[in-house]
């Protein structure tokens, strides 16, 4: 009470013998000193409930042979051998570093299986998503497997005008089939609702990340349910990155 009638505009008013005083608080008062009051104060709604139009997500975890199998496991052998000698007491960025090798590995062996699945989307004219946290050995590698004006580019190395030209390539134009994306760049701020397929060649390292990705396929204007493809390398560090 004390709260709505400092900062509610409250009024009492007569409303006759039968009824006597009664409190209007309809109004605001005390506008800035409330403001100030609610700087701590976050309100957060789930898209389910302010989107309840938009379609399913189906999330698929698919496991992917490398097609540089022993390259990787000699990597592995060679990290569980410097984890045996001093990972328990490695900083934390040289344990970033270990796992960065091994997960760049992970990435170059998965290119070819992806562009195998790729091909299944160009015969039927469909339009895909492939996020990657890695150039060299992702997104690079993909590109040169694909024909030029069949994708496009976000790695955040476009300036703001060729950013915007390749979304809207790929929104209208039918040849454009797949955006290559960094998960970064490409994973916030821009809609690719053309798509209704969503692959990631490597898992960010926070899930805000991957729904954040997720959501350029599932927003506003999807009309169709949408698939996400999480492409893990068999045996490797992305089934641990996964939790499977």
């Given at each position: 009470?004390?709260?709505?009638?400092?900062?509610?505009?409250?009024?009492?008013?007569?409303?006759?013998?039968?009824?006597?005083?009664?409190?209007?608080?309809?109004?605001?008062?005390?506008?800035?000193?409330?403001?100030?009051?609610?700087?701590?104060?976050?309100?957060?709604?789930?898209?389910?409930?302010?989107?309840?139009?938009?379609?399913?997500?189906?999330?698929?975890?698919?496991?992917?042979?490398?097609?540089?199998?022993?390259?990787?496991?000699?990597?592995?052998?060679?990290?569980?051998?410097?984890?045996?000698?001093?990972?328990?007491?490695?900083?934390?960025?040289?344990?970033?570093?270990?796992?960065?090798?091994?997960?760049?590995?992970?990435?170059?062996?998965?290119?070819?299986?992806?562009?195998?699945?790729?091909?299944?989307?160009?015969?039927?004219?469909?339009?895909?998503?492939?996020?990657?946290?890695?150039?060299?050995?992702?997104?690079?590698?993909?590109?040169?497997?694909?024909?030029?004006?069949?994708?496009?580019?976000?790695?955040?190395?476009?300036?703001?005008?060729?950013?915007?030209?390749?979304?809207?390539?790929?929104?209208?134009?039918?040849?454009?089939?797949?955006?290559?994306?960094?998960?970064?760049?490409?994973?916030?701020?821009?809609?690719?609702?053309?798509?209704?397929?969503?692959?990631?060649?490597?898992?960010?390292?926070?899930?805000?990340?991957y729904e954040q990705a997720v959501a350029r396929a599932h927003r506003i204007g999807q009309a169709r349910g949408v698939r996400v493809v999480n492409m893990l390398g068999r045996g490797t560090v992305d089934e641990a990155m996964a939790g499977v």
């Amino acid at each position: 009470f004390s709260w709505a009638r400092r900062y509610c505009g409250a009024v009492q008013t007569y409303a006759g013998r039968s009824v006597g005083y009664v409190w209007d608080f309809s109004g605001a008062s005390n506008l800035d000193e409330l403001y100030e009051s609610l700087q701590s104060v976050m309100l957060r709604r789930l898209k389910k409930d302010v989107l309840p139009e938009l379609p399913d997500i189906l999330y698929t975890d698919e496991p992917v042979g490398l097609d540089n199998a022993r390259e990787y496991r000699r990597a592995q052998d060679d990290f569980k051998a410097w984890y045996a000698e001093k990972g328990r007491y490695a900083a934390v960025v040289e344990h970033l570093q270990q796992l960065t090798a091994l997960r760049q590995l992970a990435v170059a062996g998965k290119v070819a299986g992806l562009l195998e699945r790729l091909e299944a989307f160009r015969e039927e004219g469909k339009k895909a998503i492939v996020f990657c946290g890695f150039l060299k050995e992702g997104l690079d590698k993909v590109a040169a497997g694909l024909e030029p004006g069949e994708y496009v580019r976000i790695t955040g190395a476009e300036s703001a005008e060729d950013r915007q030209a390749a979304v809207d390539d790929f929104q209208s134009r039918p040849g454009c089939l797949f955006v290559l994306g960094s998960t970064l760049a490409a994973g916030v701020g821009i809609t690719l609702t053309a798509a209704d397929t969503v692959l990631f060649l490597d898992l960010p390292w926070t899930p805000g990340a991957y729904e954040q990705a997720v959501a350029r396929a599932h927003r506003i204007g999807q009309a169709r349910g949408v698939r996400v493809v999480n492409m893990l390398g068999r045996g490797t560090v992305d089934e641990a990155m996964a939790g499977v």
